[in-house]
């Protein structure tokens, strides 16, 4: 049997699936507890599900990988070690289906106690690093709602676990004479939020001592719960909007910049225009500095992600190894063009290779005007830029705001001289070139 990476697919929805049975166990069996149900039909055989699911997860994580300083290990018998050592009990108590053992008298019920051990599950895969990675609960992700959900669902099955104490103490007592079973659960989830949020309306309030002592522990509980539920929601909100600020504080300085040297209106406006355009389609951030402070393993890996299409599609470097494409690919350097910019004209010395990853650009003829057609994403021009001083053929302008990224021809010499064959391929197509214009 293969050990389960920590990013294997299916093992990721294979815990979602038994936390999904464990949340199921916490508030079934508390609510069994107070008030015992036949289990039969439907549920004997749920039971008897649960039970195989839980098995099958124990085998499982005898072959799941595990972080250590950063490191997945992946050794059948570290991982085997690690998980006697730690969760292995748990998990094989909450194997078993107590509930039917107890119904059908092959247990005492003085073993209720054991039927926790199923809904402690939960603990055990929402505190695990694998859990938190793999369900976006990152220590600093700023924005994780997924933090926030969980959160309150730990809040509602703790609310659910208060009211069965509550009502364990006699917590119906005063509310109505022997009230229904529904009756009762309602008005202990209803003192439980209310004491949880400490709103505490009073017409449910405890009369003995234990419930008085019960009542001080869960607003002692609630809180401290209800504080850190509203610093949680209030971080988020801030932390939603803090790029937002910052990049409107960066508006107001660029304001009062073009204020103080007297730009032109017109000037201003389309300065204005570009870093809207520069919110709203990257948020303000600059690809450049991202990618510089990634380590360079990383900082490879995003870039041929994010180019490696792009590059394949020019023909002279069709026939380039993946370790020249790559080099190529971190050498890219992104930019931005206005609608109406040309990006060069007719006539230039061409020194770059351009690709589009956004937008549309014009071919032009020298007046203008005639248009020979338009490129869009995915598409290049200049490519003889690379190995030729020729003027630039046509002119290139952007139709509308254009992201391009652009490879000098200085750093593409400068790289592929570490590549002789390349090399020697580009000067052949240089030479060919020549001929071919000698011959016109």
Not at 31 to 58: K, N, R
Not at 268 to 286: C, F, T
Request: hydrophobic residues 45%.
């Amino acid at each position: 049997m293969k050990v389960f990476s920590v990013e294997n697919k299916f093992k990721r929805f294979w815990d979602l699936f038994i936390f999904l049975l464990a949340t199921y166990c916490s508030v079934d069996i508390p609510f069994w507890i107070l008030f015992p149900y036949t289990q039969t039909g439907f549920f004997f055989f749920f039971e008897i599900f649960i039970s195989v699911a839980f098995f099958v997860d124990l085998l499982l994580n005898f072959r799941t990988a595990y972080f250590k300083n950063e490191i997945q290990i992946t050794d059948p018998l570290s991982i085997a070690k690690r998980y006697l050592g730690s969760w292995f009990i748990l998990d094989i108590l909450s194997i078993l289906p107590l509930e039917l053992f107890i119904e059908y008298g092959i247990v005492s019920k003085d073993l209720l106690f054991l039927c926790v051990f199923r809904f402690l599950r939960i603990i055990k895969l929402t505190s695990s690093i694998h859990f938190k990675r793999t369900w976006g609960m990152h220590e600093f992700d700023s924005t994780s709602f997924m933090r926030l959900g969980f959160l309150i669902y730990w809040i509602s099955i703790f609310a659910h676990w208060t009211a069965c104490g509550w009502i364990i103490i006699d917590g119906s007592a005063g509310a109505v004479t022997d009230p229904d079973t529904l009756t009762r659960y309602i008005r202990a989830i209803y003192w439980s939020v209310t004491t949880l949020t400490t709103i505490g309306y009073g017409d449910i309030t405890p009369v003995t001592n234990v419930q008085t002592i019960y009542t001080m522990c869960i607003m002692l509980v609630g809180a401290g719960a209800y504080g850190y539920l509203v610093a949680n929601i209030a971080t988020i909100l801030a932390n939603s909007d803090i790029i937002r600020t910052q990049f409107v504080d960066k508006i107001q300085k660029i304001n009062t910049f073009m204020k103080y040297k007297k730009i032109p209106a017109e000037m201003q406006k389309a300065i204005l225009d570009y870093y809207d355009y520069i919110w709203k389609n990257r948020k303000g951030y600059d690809e450049n500095q991202i990618l510089r402070e990634l380590p360079p393993s990383l900082r490879m890996k995003v870039s041929i992600y994010l180019n490696s299409d792009l590059v394949r599609k020019v023909p002279i470097l069709k026939s380039a190894s993946d370790d020249l494409i790559s080099k190529i690919i971190l050498n890219l350097v992104p930019v931005v063009y206005m609608r109406g910019d040309y990006i060069f004209k007719k006539g230039d010395t061409g020194h770059h290779l351009y690709f589009i990853s956004k937008g549309q650009v014009e071919i032009l003829a020298e007046d203008g005007i005639t248009s020979y057609g338009v490129l869009s994403e995915g598409s290049f021009f200049g490519e003889i830029a690379l190995f030729m001083d020729t003027p630039r053929t046509a002119s290139i302008r952007a139709l509308d705001y254009c992201d391009l990224y652009y490879l000098d021809k200085d750093t593409f010499m400068s790289i592929i001289l570490h590549y002789p064959d390349f090399a020697a391929h580009i000067d052949k197509l240089i030479k060919e070139r020549e001929h071919h214009n000698k011959s016109r």
